[in-house]
Antibody
């Protein structure tokens, strides 16, 4: 079965950092672009970032540019989202998704930014 | 950024009846490669989104054929031919032609 499993969420103070991970299984991870999409409580979906199959091509939403860094380790079938300088408005459920058009989703990991 | 506008935002439906959601983009979604990257997603309460339709009208594997997508350029529609109880939730359109990727606001479908 194709599966994406996120981890690394939690409670962090404003200005703090967190690193999310997404472990992929059931498909040839190294051949697929990957993405992160978030959903604030009770709100809609917001694309955050995407990375190409090699890891050398990345895109970011303006709301996270300069604070978040997407990366991947194809030897571990895992992608990451390093989140720095976190703000209250970054509070959301963060989903890992396959490809640039999100054809497969994980179950999400919750990030709460609060003092 | 491409703005995706869905209507209606709330859609009460009767079981067995058809339903339709509209999605309009602020600019053409035709990619330079000739494809139109407009997708539809369904999110049930407490669950992750699931893609139903990609490239305007292609159903993903396992999606019932009561779901269909149509449209072109800037105007798109998701239709459910006969609504079933499991179809409740929020439907989102997504454009994956331009960066940044952008979603519609979501349409909440509920049973009357």
């Amino acid at each position: 079965d194709v599966q994406l499993l996120e981890s690394g969420g939690g409670l962090v103070q404003p200005g703090g950092s967190l690193r999310l991970s997404c472990a992929a299984s059931g498909f040839a991870f190294k051949y697929y672009a990957m993405s992160w999409v978030r959903q604030a409580p009770g709100k809609g979906l917001e694309w955050v970032s995407s990375i190409n199959d090699s890891g050398y091509g990345t895109n970011y939403a303006d709301s996270v540019k300069g604070r978040f860094t997407i990366s991947r380790d194809n030897s571990k079938n895992t992608q990451y989202l390093q989140m720095n300088s976190l703000r209250a408005e970054d509070t959301a459920l963060y989903y890992c998704a396959r490809n640039y058009d999100f054809n497969i989703w994980g179950q999400g990991t919750l990030v709460t930014v609060s003092s | 950024d491409v703005v995706m506008t869905q209507s209606p935002l709330s859609l009460p439906v009767t079981l067995g009846q058809p339903a339709s959601v509209s999605c309009r983009s602020s600019q053409s979604l035709v990619h330079s490669d000739g494809n139109t990257y407009l997708s539809w997603f369904h999110q049930r309460p407490g669950q992750s989104p699931r893609r139903l339709i990609y490239k305007v009208s292609n159903r993903d594997s396992g999606v019932p054929d009561r779901f269909s997508g149509s449209g072109s350029d800037t105007d798109f529609t998701l239709k459910i031919s006969r609504v079933e109880a499991e179809d409740v939730g929020v439907y989102y359109c997504l454009q994956a032609t331009h960066w940044p990727r952008t979603f519609g606001q979501g349409t909440k479908v509920e049973i009357k």
